[in-house]
Every structure is written in structure tokens, then in C-alpha cells.
């Protein structure tokens, strides 16, 4: 399911290949893993979807593009930054940010482990703005972390950095606006909350369709595409999609 969207009318569709079988490195010492393991529980319940095959297809998307410079806005487990590091076809930078000190660490070992330091920088960032020059990256993702982050600034802030026909990626659950999604959100909140003790999640912010493209356009972005990765069992069901917005 895609929808794309342009000042000028309707472009042509980004492709968004099938996920590549690579298993991804677990024996790192003292059982530094079990946090990705926890997310990557946490990503399946919440949006029906397997972790590492959603972070691959953003991969696919980003060597598509052929771009160089491509800020991280969240290390979180450092899995895209190192996936996209490790695939022979990028011949680029990464440049990964992160409020937490311990996963930056982490972060930079597993990069040392899989000779990868020379490929991406993990950097600490704690609030807008970010330390990146305007109109320097030529790629921005954002996986997963749209619903923790004021929308307006976040997006103004991901188009200052963006070079002229830079592409701001964002993978996260887009919500319709129906009584029956209403409900069911509201029980998965109390889950978070009292069940799987996550109360930050459970305040996140999720917008439907045409919120995300009226919030994407009203921060000067030129075009919108949105996938989506899985076809809803109804239109009241939420579905994670990749949105690509080019500046």
C-alpha cells in the first residue's frame, strides 16, 4: 500500500526492495544483546512486524539512493547504523546520535567488533538542535522514534540539515483516527503501563495519514511516498510504514 504525494502532483514511486536474509551478529561479550533483544520483542508486539526485516528494507532504501552522508537520529541498538555499515554497496558515512552514554558505548564496541569503526561515528546529542551543520547530510532516518518527539520541531529540524533533494526517512506506525483504533490503543497503553512497566511508550504520539503529510510539507519538504509494510485486516487497524520526504 503506498501513497505519494508532491506540490506538483503525483511522482514517481521509491521501490522498497524485499529484506536480504543476513543474520546479524550475537555472540558479542558479556551478553551485550539482551537490550536489542528486548527491542526487537517489543518492535514485533507493537507493530506485527519482524525487527531486523523492517530495519533491512530502510537499508535497501538508503543504498538506493546512492546518497553519502546520512545521519542516524537515534542509535537506540546501533542495528541500522551497523547493518548499512556493513553492506559492501554503501560507500558512505554514518554519523548515529544518542541521549544515552551506555548504548553510544556499546554502539562504538560492536563497531570495533565488526571493523566498522571507520564507516559510522556514534555520537552523544541530547535536544534540538542537533550538532549538524545546515544542508549537510544527504540522508536523515528516523526509525521508530516519530511518536516519542514534538512533530512540528523534529521535522524542521531534520529539513535544516538536509542537503537540496536530501531525503528524510521515517519508519513508524501511522494510526487512522477511528473510534475502534481509539480503543484498542488506549488497552495497548494500559499494557505499557501496567504490564510491560514501559510508560514512555505508552505516552507516544502516533498520527494518521493526512496528518503526516500536512506536518511533512508545513516543514518545506517538497514530496511525500508512503509505504505501507503490511496490509491492514481493517481500515481501523494502525500499519508501520516507510515515509520518504524529499527536501
Given at each position: 500500500?503506498k501513497?505519494?504525494?508532491?506540490g506538483?502532483g503525483?511522482?514517481k514511486?521509491?521501490e522498497f526492495p524485499?529484506?536480504?536474509?543476513?543474520p546479524?551478529?550475537?555472540?558479542?561479550?558479556?551478553?551485550i544483546?539482551?537490550?536489542e533483544?528486548?527491542v526487537?520483542k517489543?518492535?514485533?508486539?507493537?507493530t506485527g512486524l519482524n525487527?531486523?526485516a523492517?530495519?533491512d528494507?530502510v537499508v535497501?532504501?538508503v543504498?538506493s539512493?546512492?546518497r553519502l552522508?546520512v545521519?542516524?537520529?537515534?542509535?537506540?541498538?546501533?542495528t541500522?547504523a551497523?547493518r548499512?555499515a556493513?553492506?559492501?554497496?554503501f560507500?558512505g558515512?554514518i554519523?548515529s546520535f544518542?541521549?544515552?552514554?551506555?548504548l553510544?558505548?556499546?554502539?562504538?564496541?560492536?563497531?570495533?567488533?565488526?571493523?566498522?569503526?571507520h564507516l559510522?561515528?556514534f555520537k552523544?546529542?541530547d535536544?534540538?538542535p542537533?550538532?549538524?551543520s545546515?544542508?549537510?547530510a544527504e540522508?536523515a532516518?528516523?526509525?521508530f522514534?516519530l511518536?516519542?518527539?514534538p512533530a512540528?520541531?523534529?521535522?524542521t529540524?531534520?529539513f535544516?540539515?538536509?542537503?537540496?533533494e536530501?531525503?528524510?526517512i521515517i519508519?513508524?506506525?501511522?494510526?487512522p483516527?477511528?473510534?475502534?483504533n481509539?480503543?484498542?490503543?488506549?488497552i495497548?497503553?494500559?499494557?505499557?503501563?501496567?504490564?510491560q512497566?514501559?510508560?514512555s511508550e505508552?505516552e507516544g504520539v502516533?498520527?494518521d495519514?493526512?496528518?503526516?503529510i500536512r506536518?511533512?510539507?508545513?516543514a518545506?519538504?517538497r514530496?511525500?511516498?508512503?509505504?505501507?509494510?503490511r496490509?491492514?485486516?481493517?481500515?481501523h487497524?494502525?500499519?508501520?510504514c516507510?515515509i520518504a520526504?524529499t527536501?
Open positions: 500500500m501513497t505519494e504525494l508532491s506538483s503525483f511522482q514511486k521509491f524485499p529484506p536480504r536474509p543476513r546479524f551478529l550475537s555472540d558479542l561479550p558479556a551478553r544483546d539482551t537490550y533483544e528486548g526487537a517489543f518492535f514485533q508486539w507493537r525487527y531486523y523492517t530495519i528494507q535497501d532504501f543504498i539512493t546512492k552522508k545521519v542516524d537520529f537515534l542509535t537506540d541498538t546501533a541500522f551497523l548499512l556493513g553492506r559492501k554497496a560507500l558515512r554519523y544518542d541521549n544515552n552514554i551506555t553510544l558505548e556499546r554502539a562504538r564496541q560492536r563497531a570495533r567488533h565488526m571493523s566498522l569503526e559510522v561515528e552523544p546529542f535536544g534540538m542537533m550538532p549538524v545546515d544542508t549537510s540522508i532516518v528516523s526509525i522514534d511518536h516519542r518527539q512540528e520541531p523534529f521535522l529540524e531534520a535544516r540539515i538536509l542537503s537540496s536530501g531525503h528524510l519508519a513508524e506506525m501511522l494510526e483516527k477511528s473510534t475502534r481509539s480503543l484498542t490503543w488506549a495497548k497503553r494500559i499494557q505499557l503501563r501496567l504490564f512497566k514501559n510508560p505508552a502516533y498520527y495519514r493526512e496528518e503526516i506536518l511533512v510539507f508545513a518545506g519538504f514530496q511525500i511516498i508512503i509505504q505501507g509494510l496490509s491492514p485486516s481493517s481500515r487497524e494502525g500499519v508501520f516507510l520526504a527536501k
